[in-house]
């Protein structure tokens, strides 16, 4: 990964149909969605805790092995800490008082339940658990998926998933699916699909929560869509999705005319090179959209408006 690649990051805040059928809708028209504009080729995830911070650094750092960048200061002492998990961010941050938060892992509320990283070697990440006074993963083999992976829990509570790739890719290991339990099936798919325009992969059923599972794909990330009821509490706080785009304004223009929910609106940061929107999808999970400085000039270098 280049410097200058690396460099945009750093200016980047931490801040359907239902029935299941196996075939795939026409992709829409990329004018109609923000796809045009994703120009980082994966999505940063952020996720909220309430734990000493040092026990959060420490699992995704020491145990996972994610190397730790630069903290930013966004002010009022709040920080946002950043670790380099595959080709994108995971930023870590406190819990704001705006928001919801519920326990319960997977199936236990709506929102941004799941993160899933990709190793190649079972014995080395076990092992870093035990050194650490952690039980070790207990890895189970779903064949049906042809997948080998372990359900932790983070400092704070929240899901991790570890798959094994033995002697997995550079590109393999830099992939990271984000887990996101929904209310509606229908209306969570058209905002992933028809609004940030991802692409759509084949649904596959998901032996470790025994339900169906639907994923939207960009680069090196794949959001992965979840449901069990419209019941469920909502959690609207633990985590959220962000997007390096080349023009913020045309994200912003796209969410009025489809009236998708505006959290925070377009707006910059005093000190940061940055422009941003606050999305929320249908369960109010945060969809965050940044126009870096480098974004932008490869925007200007394309000859765009």
Do not use: C
């Amino acid at each position: 990964m280049s410097r200058l690649y690396r460099s945009g990051w750093l200016l980047v805040l931490g801040a359907w149909l239902a029935s299941g059928a196996s075939a795939q809708p026409p992709a829409p028209a990329a004018h109609t969605t923000t796809a045009r504009v994703l120009w980082q080729p994966s999505m940063n995830v952020f996720r909220r805790f309430e734990v000493p911070a040092e026990r959060m650094y420490e699992f995704y750092g020491g145990v996972l092995g994610f190397e730790q960048l630069s903290t930013l200061n966004v002010g009022n002492g709040a920080g946002v800490a950043r670790f380099q998990a595959g080709a994108q961010e995971l930023k870590l941050t406190r819990r704001v008082g705006n928001r919801s938060y519920e326990g319960g892992g997977v199936r236990g509320a709506t929102g941004l339940r799941l993160l899933t990283f990709y190793f190649a070697d079972e014995a080395a990440l076990s092992a870093r658990f035990v050194q650490r006074g952690l039980p070790a993963p207990e890895f189970k083999d779903f064949a049906g998926e042809r997948r080998r992976s372990a359900l932790v829990r983070d400092p704070d509570g929240q899901d991790v998933e570890l798959v094994i790739v033995p002697g997995a890719t550079p590109e393999q290991l830099g992939r990271i699916e984000i887990g996101i339990t929904v209310a509606d099936l229908a209306r969570s798919r058209e905002f992933y699909r028809q609004f940030v325009g991802l692409e759509e992969l084949p649904p596959v059923d998901d032996e470790r929560f025994g339900t169906r599972k639907y994923s939207y794909r960009h680069g090196a990330t794949t959001i992965s869509l979840r449901t069990f009821g419209q019941a469920l509490p909502a959690d609207n706080g633990s985590g959220g999705i962000q997007y390096v785009v080349s023009d913020v304004e045309a994200v912003d223009a796209l969410a009025k005319a489809k009236q998708v929910p505006i959290d925070q609106p377009l707006s910059g940061l005093p000190g940061f090179n940055l422009r941003t929107i606050w999305l929320d999808d249908p369960d109010g999970v945060t969809n965050y959209f940044a126009e870096t400085g480098q974004s932008r000039q490869a925007r200007a270098a394309e000859g765009a408006p």
